[in-house]
């Protein structure tokens, strides 16, 4: 799903902010965009447009209010993507380097799978696979306030349900800034969500226990230092997040990949892991820790981009049948 683009009465905003982002070859935004639009978690919270990608973030330094991130392929060609930044009134340096900061983050510019791919260059079936999703970096949750309250959302219930709610959360919370007649919202921060408590988070959880488990995640989360959760060797890290209550082994893996960025692991004993290796190899894949010994600390990215190519696949396999 995706928001359609549009101007009113021909208005055109200013950007207070205009930079080129550089990208860790090979990087393609038109694949970021495609995988955005597939990624239900995330349905919706961007406007997508075959020009550019619109997206709020919170403002740095001042988390009641939103900017409006648009990117675009850079004009010279290289990889990364030109970024422009909306907002009520002109950045600081420091809250412009914020926002680039953000972004980067978000898209993964600075990810270089290409030891990945050399790795794959000795396994045909996932070499083969990859070329369908070739230039695409990891796009991340936004912010660790997001990743953690969808993960607890999604904890006994479907996707769709904890997307749902995390949608109700953003437009009931988070600021907003409109641009060329389009409001957009940005998750609110970990603080506005803590300070809620088990009471608040009711009407966006939908019941009593699952409500006490976000605020359990959040406070937990919130105590944790985020700068070590990214930088730390992976078994510190994780171990941290697997001390916060309500989180356990699947929701620590998928902050630490989905919204940290970092591939070092990925739970491939699980049956939505077993599936992938399936889909990649036939009916007897290699044994996790075969994949695991191949792909090394990259096996988080195995895992994300073989996903998303089988899905891209199953598209096209469906696009073809209709035609």
């Known amino acids: 799903?995706?928001?359609p683009c549009f101007t009113v009465n021909g208005m055109t905003n200013t950007p207070v902010h205009s930079t080129l982002l550089s990208a860790v070859p090979p990087f393609s935004l038109g694949a970021s965009r495609r995988a955005m639009s597939g990624f239900q978690p995330c349905a919706g919270d961007q406007a997508i447009c075959p020009a550019h990608v619109r997206k709020a973030f919170l403002r740095p330094g001042a988390e009641d209010e939103a900017v409006v991130v648009e990117v675009a392929p850079r004009p010279d060609g290289a990889p990364g993507v030109h970024l422009l930044v909306h907002a009520s009134s002109p950045l600081s340096s420091d809250a412009a380097a914020g926002v680039e900061l953000a972004v980067s983050r978000w898209l993964s510019l600075g990810d270089d799978v290409r030891p990945l791919l050399d790795r794959a260059s000795g396994d045909p079936p996932t070499a083969d696979l990859l070329t369908a999703v070739e230039g695409l970096h990891q796009v991340r949750f936004p912010s660790l306030a997001e990743g953690a309250a969808y993960f607890a959302l999604s904890q006994r219930s479907t996707q769709w349900f904890a997307a749902a709610r995390k949608v109700r959360m953003a437009t009931v919370l988070g600021p907003a800034l409109e641009v060329d007649g389009q409001r957009h919202v940005a998750f609110p921060a970990l603080s506005r969500l803590t300070a809620l408590g088990a009471?608040?988070?009711?009407?966006f959880a939908g019941n009593r226990q699952r409500a006490t488990r976000l605020a359990e995640v959040l406070d937990g989360v919130a105590a944790l230092d985020e700068e070590m959760l990214?930088?730390?060797?992976?078994?510190?890290?994780?171990?941290?997040?697997l001390a916060v209550r309500g989180i356990g082994a699947f929701t620590a893996n998928a902050i630490l990949l989905r919204v940290l960025g970092r591939p070092d692991e990925a739970p491939l004993e699980m049956a939505q892991f077993a599936a992938v290796a399936e889909g990649v190899y036939g009916d007897r894949p290699p044994a996790p820790d075969k994949i695991r010994e191949r792909y090394g600390v990259y096996v988080g990215w195995w895992a994300y981009l073989c996903r998303t190519a089988l899905a891209w696949r199953r598209?096209?396999?469906?696009e073809g049948v209709a035609a």
């Open 315 to 318: 598209a096209g396999a469906k």
């Open 199 to 203: 009471d608040g988070l009711l009407e």
């Open 1 to 3: 799903m995706s928001y």
């Open 230 to 241: 990214r930088t730390a060797p992976y078994p510190q890290a994780r171990e941290a997040l």
